[in-house]
T-cell receptor, first 111, second 115 residues
């Protein structure tokens, strides 16, 4: 089976600083790694994803890196803003379509 | 598009009662997913459909849970009988093309409380 571990569970940063959230997975066959942002009272929203054929993907202030050898991937948010405050989830999907989410990271950006 | 629509947004019921949650996916999406979110277990995939056909229901916790998708624009998740441990937020999501390996669009969720 697939176990997705996510760290840290909470993260507090000052506005303008960077935030990094890390996830590890156990199945070497995993090939798709999405990141979701969930604001209070809302459903998760995809913010970025990466597939196993690339090591890094960037979209403005958000980037994701993937290390398949070490089986971990990370979310990087630069120049954080108060509206980045939310719970972030990573996920990994095995070839047999078993999708597992990390436990979530509550990010607080202090103005 | 209005996005994924779920109803009701909140449901409070008593143990033993039947609960039906409803979902309308984004028009044109071939995949529909049901998730449950709790503090203890996080986000869990319960079941998903492709073109109205259930593909994987291995996440459904027990026989008290059932899901249907009678047509491309409507799905239900039913709990009968409900128990207090079913209290959670239930999300519906939809996607097109590659299903799980594609962007999933989540609805606002149904917050269920079973007393």
């Amino acid at each position: 089976g697939e176990n997705v571990e996510q760290h840290p569970s909470t993260l507090s940063v000052q506005e303008g600083d960077s935030a990094v959230i890390k996830c590890t997975y156990s199945d070497s066959a995993s090939n798709y790694f999405p990141w979701y942002k969930q604001e209070l009272g809302k459903g998760p929203q995809l913010i970025i994803d990466i597939r196993s054929n690339v090591g890094e993907k960037k979209d403005q202030r958000i980037a994701v890196t993937l290390n398949k050898t070490a089986k971990h991937f990370s979310l990087h948010i630069t120049e954080t803003q108060p509206e980045d405050s939310a719970v972030y989830f990573c996920a990994a999907i095995e070839n047999n379509n078993d999708m597992r989410f990390g436990a979530g990271t509550r990010l607080t950006v202090k103005p | 598009d209005a996005g994924v629509i779920q109803s009701p947004r909140h449901e409070v019921t008593e143990m033993g009662q039947e609960v039906t949650l409803r979902c309308k996916p984004i028009s044109g999406h071939d995949y529909l997913f049901w998730y449950r979110q709790t503090m203890m277990r996080g986000l869990e995939l319960l079941i998903y459909f492709n073109n109205n056909v259930p593909i994987d229901d291995s996440g459904m916790p027990e026989d008290r849970f059932s899901a249907k998708m009678p047509n491309a624009s409507f799905s239900t998740l039913k709990i009968q009988p409900s128990e207090p441990r079913d209290s959670a937020v239930y999300f519906c999501a939809s996607s097109d093309f590659w299903g799980l390996q594609e962007t999933q669009y989540f609805g606002p969720g149904t917050r269920l409380l079973v007393l």
